[in-house]
């Protein structure tokens, strides 16, 4: 990951979990709350095509996904990208409470919470669903996997 992509990320950065409940609160309808998913995926940095490898590929997404990483003064950097407009969205709603933390706050991080105060799952289909899961779980695993690298 380059060090300029990691600061054009909004995500974690200008744009919060916070600021996204908040948000989707305005909207009464889950075809607005689409919409705006939908958008907060065009806020994503570009992440380059030679970053789109099998190594960064996440498994169990319906659509393809990628995740990159780089751990920067103790914080995650992350990058993400998909080929489907609605999972980029969620890529958003995720690195919202991922990006720029360190591995310890990810793993503090209660994201079924999250989840359910965005009302997320249940308007998600189950393979949408499971594909959000895997992205989830690929971060923490990120984050143990940095977190054992840390000096104490």
């Keep these: 990951m380059t060090d300029s992509a ?16 908040d948000t989707l609160g305005f909207f009464d309808s889950w075809e607005d709350r689409y919409k705006y998913i939908i958008e907060l995926g065009r806020e994503l940095p570009p992440m380059a095509a030679e970053l789109h490898t099998e190594d960064r590929l996440v498994r169990g997404c319906q ?14 950097q992350l990058l993400a990208d998909s080929d489907a ?3 980029k969205g969620l890529l958003g709603l995720v ?8 591995p310890a706050e990810i793993l503090a991080f209660d994201i079924d919470t999250y ?19 895997a992205m ?3 971060i923490q ?4 996997q940095a ?5 104490s």
């Design 63 to 76: 659509s393809q996904v990628w995740i990159d990483t780089a751990l920067e003064n103790g914080r995650l």
């Design 115 to 133: 989840f359910q105060q965005l009302e997320l799952l249940r308007h998600l289909s189950a393979t949408r669903g499971n594909g959000l899961r």
């Design 147 to 151: 977190q054992g690298t840390q000096p």
């Design 141 to 144: 695993d990120i984050a143990r």
């Design 6 to 21: 990691a600061r054009l990320n909004p995500f974690g950065n200008s744009i919060s979990t916070q600021d996204i409940l």
């Design 85 to 87: 407009f609605i999972v």
């Design 95 to 102: 690195l919202a409470a991922y990006n720029n933390r360190t």
């Design 136 to 138: 989830v779980q690929r």
